[in-house]
């Protein structure tokens, strides 16, 4: 009897499903798009039942199109939307409010406060970020603040916090625990001591009793209910989503580097087994823990990759459909002098402006919808090429300086080759994009997998990945300059737009 590990890949636009098999390779898979609520500017909400009944959806399809059931199913990885913050009753296991997702901004009064407090270097040193509205604890806070009794519930442990992960495992298999690498970004997670940090508890007002248990990314922390699928399946693996694509790309030597291209994109080098310390604005996070050995990641985030085109078809009007994008900006030979700096919500690493906002220059009336497109697409890579240079900055100054040789592509965005094809020329490296472009779905897979024997080790996994096309740079340095030196100019122009007079 044919067995396969079934990972959720619990994203910010949508839900997904994918059940593998001991080769790595995609035998079924399913997905499901669910609402996105914008109550204000800044604003980005879920439902977390929304979230819930479209992955246990999927899920149940993917079985059922194989035709399998639960004994067919050695265990279940989990990859989600990292950041998102939930709160639920622990007795009811409702929500007491919606979730408020990464791209959230309404937390950047809270950071403002606790930077001119003076405490952002505290934050920094504890967790590796970045002190941000990005991330969770600026989130729960203001949950905490602004619904009626929360903190006080909370301190008597009736009310439960968690990430995505938190939310699908305890609705799974009713354990409240999350992993690692979700943990890491919290902003209340000490890294090098790996465990809860109470000075950063006491910094946001988090009662640790709301708090769930850190465990590994690969390693059994319950059985599903009976009911969900016929029978209980193992949940064994557990990432953040840029930690699991990460692992599904097999950049498990220190060096190595992957970007996903999703709604967001998020570049990723291993960085070994010590938490680096970026000198340009860069996140050092957890990557995994698996079999007691945690290995450590430098980051840097863009918030609007894929949903720029999103905004071009939902908000302009532009496209009827995202894959319509890559045909469009293709009719046209550039972008004739237009760029767009995607700050609707801000800009991530290496600026960290939450008060950067979506501006398009360089408008002439020769401009149509096909520059604006190209444009759209040409900043995804735009922004990722100013995270590369910061991790050269800083790999270049290390202790062992690192050369970067490649970018391992993932995601959905990856699929478009005109969009690779531009990636690798301001890059100057070559862009490879793997046969399974799951990737996120994949590491959740693996962790799974190498925690229930399915997988016997790291090794095994690594020499399973596969090389679909391999991008090289054709762009001259001379224009590869000029070009980025105008994308710079026009971020300068998006910095500080909505700051308070």
Same mark, same amino acid.
């Given at each position: 009897?044919?067995?396969?590990?079934?990972?959720?890949?619990?994203?910010?636009?949508?839900?997904?499903?994918?059940?593998?098999?001991?080769?790595?390779?995609?035998?079924?898979?399913?997905?499901?798009?669910?609402?996105?609520?914008?109550?204000?500017?800044?604003?980005?909400?879920?439902?977390?039942?929304?979230?819930?009944?479209?992955?246990?959806?999927?899920?149940?399809?993917?079985?059922?199109?194989?035709?399998?059931?639960?004994?067919?199913?050695?265990?279940?990885?989990?990859?989600?939307?990292?950041?998102?913050?939930?709160?639920?009753?622990?007795?009811?296991?409702?929500?007491?409010?919606?979730?408020?997702?990464?791209?959230?901004?309404?937390?950047?009064?809270?950071?403002?406060?606790?930077?001119?407090?003076?405490?952002?270097?505290?934050?920094?040193?504890?967790?590796?970020?970045?002190?941000?509205?990005?991330?969770?604890?600026?989130?729960?806070?203001?949950?905490?603040?602004?619904?009626?009794?929360?903190?006080?519930?909370?301190?008597?442990?009736?009310?439960?916090?968690?990430?995505?992960?938190?939310?699908?495992?305890?609705?799974?298999?009713?354990?409240?625990?999350?992993?690692?690498?979700?943990?890491?970004?919290?902003?209340?997670?000490?890294?090098?001591?790996?465990?809860?940090?109470?000075?950063?508890?006491?910094?946001?007002?988090?009662?640790?009793?709301?708090?769930?248990?850190?465990?590994?990314?690969?390693?059994?922390?319950?059985?599903?209910?009976?009911?969900?699928?016929?029978?209980?399946?193992?949940?064994?693996?557990?990432?953040?989503?840029?930690?699991?694509?990460?692992?599904?790309?097999?950049?498990?030597?220190?060096?190595?580097?992957?970007?996903?291209?999703?709604?967001?994109?998020?570049?990723?080098?291993?960085?070994?087994?010590?938490?680096?310390?970026?000198?340009?604005?860069?996140?050092?996070?957890?990557?995994?823990?698996?079999?007691?050995?945690?290995?450590?990641?430098?980051?840097?985030?863009?918030?609007?990759?894929?949903?720029?085109?999103?905004?071009?078809?939902?908000?302009?009007?532009?496209?009827?459909?995202?894959?319509?994008? !890559?045909? /469009? *900006? $293709?009719?046209?030979? #550039?972008?004739?002098?237009?760029?767009?700096?995607?700050?609707?919500?801000? +800009?991530? =690493?290496?600026?960290?402006?939450?008060?950067?906002?979506?501006?398009?220059?360089?408008?002439?009336?020769?401009?149509?919808?096909?520059?604006?497109?190209?444009?759209?697409?040409?900043?995804?890579?735009?922004?990722?090429? !100013?995270? /590369? *240079? $910061?991790?050269?900055? #800083?790999?270049?100054?290390?202790?062992?300086?690192?050369?970067?040789?490649? +970018?391992? =592509?993932?995601?959905?965005?990856?699929?478009?080759?005109?969009?690779?094809?531009?990636?690798?020329?301001?890059?100057?490296?070559?862009?490879?994009?793997?046969?399974?472009?799951?990737?996120?779905?994949?590491?959740?897979?693996?962790?799974?997998?190498?925690?229930?024997?399915?997988?016997?080790?790291?090794?095994?996994?690594?020499?399973?990945?596969?090389?679909?096309?391999?991008?090289?740079?054709?762009?001259?340095?001379?224009?590869?300059?000029?070009?980025?030196?105008?994308?710079?100019?026009?971020?300068?122009?998006?910095?500080?737009?909505?700051?308070?007079?």
């Amino acid at each position: 009897m044919k067995k396969y590990i079934l990972a959720l890949d619990q994203g910010t636009t949508s839900s997904r499903a994918i059940l593998f098999d001991q080769r790595g390779q995609i035998c079924a898979s399913a997905a499901q798009e669910f609402p996105q609520h914008f109550p204000q500017p800044g604003w980005v909400e879920h439902d977390p039942n929304e979230i819930w009944n479209s992955q246990l959806t999927v899920a149940r399809k993917v079985m059922h199109d194989l035709h399998v059931d639960s004994s067919h199913v050695l265990g279940i990885g989990i990859a989600n939307q990292r950041e998102t913050t939930v709160v639920w009753d622990r007795k009811t296991g409702e929500p007491i409010a919606p979730a408020i997702v990464w791209q959230d901004r309404r937390g950047a009064d809270i950071c403002e406060t606790i930077r001119a407090e003076g405490h952002a270097r505290l934050i920094s040193d504890c967790t590796g970020l970045e002190l941000d509205a990005y991330f969770s604890a600026s989130k729960l806070k203001w949950l905490l603040d602004h619904v009626a009794g929360a903190r006080e519930r909370a301190r008597h442990g009736a009310l439960c916090f968690g990430t995505i992960d938190s939310w699908l495992i305890h609705k799974l298999c009713g354990a409240h625990v999350t992993d690692v690498s979700n943990a890491s970004r919290t902003m209340l997670f000490n890294i090098h001591l790996m465990r809860w940090d109470q000075d950063l508890l006491d910094l946001f007002d988090i009662p640790e009793a709301m708090l769930p248990q850190v465990v590994s990314s690969s390693e059994e922390v319950g059985n599903t209910r009976d009911a969900l699928f016929g029978g209980a399946i193992p949940v064994a693996g557990i990432a953040g989503d840029q930690q699991a694509a990460t692992f599904g790309q097999a950049c498990l030597k220190p060096g190595m580097v992957k970007n996903t291209y999703g709604t967001g994109c998020f570049m990723l080098m291993h960085a070994g087994s010590h938490a680096p310390v970026s000198r340009n604005r860069l996140l050092s996070t957890v990557g995994w823990r698996v079999d007691g050995r945690t290995d450590y990641l430098l980051e840097g985030s863009v918030f609007m990759g894929g949903a720029t085109v999103q905004w071009l078809r939902d908000g302009l009007g532009i496209i009827k459909e995202s894959r319509e994008v !890559e045909a /469009l *900006a $293709a009719s046209v030979p #550039d972008s004739g002098g237009v760029l767009l700096v995607p700050a609707f919500v801000g +800009l991530g =690493a290496p600026h960290w402006d939450p008060h950067a906002r979506g501006t398009l220059v360089g408008l002439s009336r020769g401009s149509n919808r096909a520059h604006i497109a190209r444009a759209a697409l040409e900043a995804i890579a735009y922004q990722s090429a !100013e995270l /590369l *240079a $910061a991790m050269q900055k #800083d790999v270049a100054t290390a202790h062992r300086p690192i050369t970067l040789s490649e +970018l391992r =592509a993932d995601g959905g965005a990856s699929r478009n080759d005109l969009l690779m094809q531009f990636q690798s020329d301001l890059l100057g490296v070559p862009v490879l994009r793997p046969k399974v472009t799951e990737t996120t779905a994949l590491g959740a897979a693996y962790l799974a997998g190498l925690a229930v024997g399915f997988w016997e080790s790291q090794e095994e996994i690594a020499a399973q990945w596969e090389c679909e096309r391999r991008f090289e740079p054709q762009m001259d340095a001379a224009h590869r300059a000029e070009l980025l030196a105008q994308w710079g100019r026009a971020v300068e122009r998006a910095r500080g737009w909505d700051q308070p007079a």
